[in-house]
């Protein structure tokens, strides 16, 4: 096991409302393809006077604020005071934190966006968890998919770990910065307090603390 890829590292379960499915979890990924079940499962227990049912499997905090253009299909829910931009294509199996920004054109599937995570121009966030407070810049984007189609491994230095799933765009830490322009290529794990620079393409682990210039060169905050 590497520890500084585990849940335990990565995130501040205390900033989701969805901390219940990371329970008994050791890697983040393992989780993607319990998403949209564990939305139904929650959604249901949501109390009536803070969210609202919009239609099926769908529940949207009522101090959000959704653009009447924004398209949100379930299961997904919407956190309280989070809001969702016009055009927003949320394709389902999306939880959106509290204060969390999903901006104009940007899309998401299957993804957790932990408290106040903003992901607010053009972005495409697939098969992807965000940790508190991460952002994304304008244009920057998880690829979820190798163009092989075949499983995606995450490439670490003490060599790769497989993962066993053929979706997986990119686990960012808590407090992450994405340039714009970036691709977070498929296995991308990034840990906390690290910064992309604008137009990288990551497809590795990159540490915590970290200032990610370009493969091979990468510098520590402090």
Known sequence: MMEQLTV???Y???ETIAKDIFEGVTYPWEVLPKIGAFIVELGNTLPEDEYEKVWENVWVAKSAKVAPTAFINGPAIIGKNAEVRHCAFI???????????VGNSTELKNVILFNKVQVPHYNYVGDSILGYKAHMGAGSITSNVKSDKTLTTVKTPEGPIETGLKKFGAMLGDEVEVGCGTVLNPGTVIGKHTNIYPLS???EFVPANSIYKKRGEVAEKY
């Open 91 to 101: 394709r389902g199996n999306a939880i959106v934190g509290e204060g969390a920004v």
């Open 201 to 203: 393409m990551v497809r």
């Open 12 to 14: 501040n379960l205390e």
């Open 8 to 10: 335990k590292e990565l």
